[in-house]
Each structure stands twice: as structure tokens, then as C-alpha cells.
């Protein structure tokens, strides 16, 4: 199994723009609820709308929905050119079976469609049959997305003879993280915004939110090198720890997606101090960075021979 860099690359890419979407897909349509009455009508007195202003909310929508699209193509992209062949993407579309791949790339298509869909749904003034349909359509990417954040596990741990994607902890640990990346994107547009006051009600939600996929995300990347103790390769586990992909685990992974953003996190929800646009974006590239590096670790030891 050869698996290069631009799989790692993939693999971030794919659960990132998932994670993005599925958060803010969830939200979105949990707050265009909430707003229409048992008639069809908007509520414009709605608690939601009084929070956040219409045009900064559907700024916010559009810079999110067209970052998932354009990471997904290039996630896609980043597929095609390790596998060397164009066409082999479209062979696994047109000729679907059951394995991961294929399930993959089928996931993979119909999210685009979905955060293209809500792409327009948040640029264009369209009629209200339209808007239900790019609703409905929305509505139908949430699930997908999970897919998407799950199979970039899955795809490692069906690759049966490399011991050190055997366990059932690595897809749940990439879910986790895709969440949590998909939270730093939004939280970036957030802080995109020029009226920082207006959304900030928002950035403390998604806070909140990313301290438990974090937390989460740690306890299950301890429980996971638990699992992996007793059959994997030492040699592996300590080229992880001690070795030569070590200062990319500790430093890029464990500092950068873990502990510095538990740190800035709990220090804001701690004090009740609502954190500056700067230091938001900057806990956010953390995550991704962290992110980006776990996927590089996991599948550069485990790409290597095991005994």
C-alpha cells in the first residue's frame, strides 16, 4: 500500500470542508426554524434575528458554503493527482461497488451538490419554491458530511495489513477532528466580518462547541495509542512518540490542535471573557495546522513496513 503525502492532504481537506458544513448546516437550519411560524411566514421579531443582522448572517453563510465547495474540488484534486489517472475518480462515480473508495467518492460528489446548493441559496435572491428546494437539498448534505468525516477514517482501517489503523478509535478520532476544523472555518469567516460585536454571540457558541471536540478529540487520541499498545509495531508507536515523527505529533498535533486551543478555550469560558477577532483567528489556523498534521502522522507511520 503506497499511500504519498497528497492522500494526508486529502484526507484533511475532505473532513474539513465535511465538518464545516455539517456545523454550519445544523445551525443554519436549526435557526431558519426557528424563524418561520406554523404559516410558512418569517418571524422578523424572532430572538435569532435580533441576535445576528440578516446581511452579516448571510455574509457569513456565503464565505463558509464557498470555502466547502472549493476545499472539496481541491480535496478531489489532491485524489486524482496521487492516483495519476483523471479518469479513475469519474470510473469510481460511473461504476460504483461497495468498497470505501467508491462509497468515498459518491459521499464526496454529493456533498459538493450539497454546499453548492447552499452556496446559492445564500448568494442568490431565488423564488421560495427554489429556496425549498436548495433546502431540502441542504438538509440532505448533513448526514452525507458525516459520511465524508467518517470514511477518511474508514479508508485507513480497511487497509487490513497495516496494523497500526486497527482500531476502531481512528475513525472516531478523524470525526472529531473534522469537527473541530470545521468549527476553526467558520469561526475565520466569523472573525472576517468588519462588525466583530454583531457575531461575537456566535463565535462563543462555536467556542463552546470546539472545546468539546477537542477535549473529546484528546481523550479519544489517549484511548487510541491505548488500543494500539499491545499489536502494533513498537518500532511504529516509538517513530510516533520519540522518533522521527514525533516533533510533527507533539508539536504540530498534541500543541497546536489540542493543548494551546484547551488553553485559549477554557480561558475565555472560564473568565466570561469574550475573545478578540485576533485571537480568535488565531486559536482557529491552530486547529487546522493540528489537524493537517495528524493526517500527516497517521499515515506516514503507518505507510511504513511492520513486523
Known amino acids: 500500500m503506497t ?25 443554519d437550519v436549526a435557526c431558519n426554524m ?4 406554523r404559516h410558512g411566514e ?13 446581511s452579516t448572517y448571510q455574509r457569513i453563510r456565503r464565505i463558509v458554503y464557498g470555502a466547502t465547495l472549493c ?28 468498497s470505501l473508495i467508491s462509497i468515498g467518492a459518491l459521499a464526496l460528489s454529493l456533498l459538493m451538490g450539497s454546499s453548492l446548493a447552499a452556496f446559492c441559496d445564500a448568494a442568490f435572491s431565488l423564488g421560495a419554491h427554489v429556496r425549498r428546494v436548495l433546502w431540502a437539498l441542504k438538509a440532505v448534505g448533513i ?11 474508514m479508508l485507513l482501517k480497511s487497509v487490513v495489513a497495516v496494523r497500526f489503523w486497527q482500531t476502531m478509535w481512528l475513525p472516531v478520532l478523524f470525526v472529531l477532528s473534522a469537527l473541530s476544523c ?18 461575537r454571540q456566535w463565535g462563543v457558541k462555536l467556542l463552546r462547541f470546539d472545546f468539546v471536540f477537542v477535549v473529546l478529540e484528546l481523550l479519544v487520541t ?51 471573557r469574550h475573545l478578540s477577532a485576533p485571537t480568535t483567528a488565531f486559536a482557529s489556523v491552530l486547529v487546522l495546522v ?10 506516514a507511520a503507518g505507510v511504513q513496513p511492520l513486523v
Not at 72 to 89: M, N, T
Not at 143 to 153: D, E, K, L, Q, R
Open 3 to 27: 499511500f504519498s503525502g497528497l492522500i494526508a492532504v486529502y484526507l484533511f481537506l475532505g473532513g474539513t470542508a465535511a465538518g464545516a458544513y455539517a456545523v454550519l448546516a445544523v445551525l
Open 34 to 37: 426557528s424563524t418561520w411560524n
Open 42 to 54: 418569517r418571524n422578523r421579531a424572532s430572538h435569532a434575528s435580533k441576535r445576528l443582522c440578516e
Open 71 to 98: 476545499i472539496l474540488i481541491l480535496g478531489v484534486l489532491c485524489l486524482i493527482a496521487d492516483l495519476g489517472r483523471p479518469d479513475a475518480f469519474y470510473y469510481l462515480l460511473l461504476y460504483p461497488t461497495s
Open 143 to 153: 448526514p452525507v458530511a458525516f459520511v465524508v468525516m467518517a470514511y477518511t477514517g
Open 182 to 199: 470545521g468549527c476553526a472555518v467558520i469561526m475565520l469567516a466569523i472573525c472576517s466580518c468588519e462588525d466583530w460585536w454583531a457575531v
Open 222 to 272: 489517549i484511548l487510541l495509542f491505548a488500543s494500539l499498545a499491545p499489536v502494533a509495531s513498537t518500532d511504529v508507536l516509538c517513530d510516533v512518540l520519540t522518533g522521527r515523527h514525533s516533533q510533527l505529533f507533539w508539536g504540530g498535533f498534541v500543541l497546536c490542535a489540542l493543548l494551546l486551543p484547551i488553553v485559549i478555550e477554557m480561558i475565555s469560558l472560564m473568565s466570561r
Open 290 to 299: 493540528g489537524g493537517l498534521c495528524l493526517r500527516l502522522v497517521v499515515v
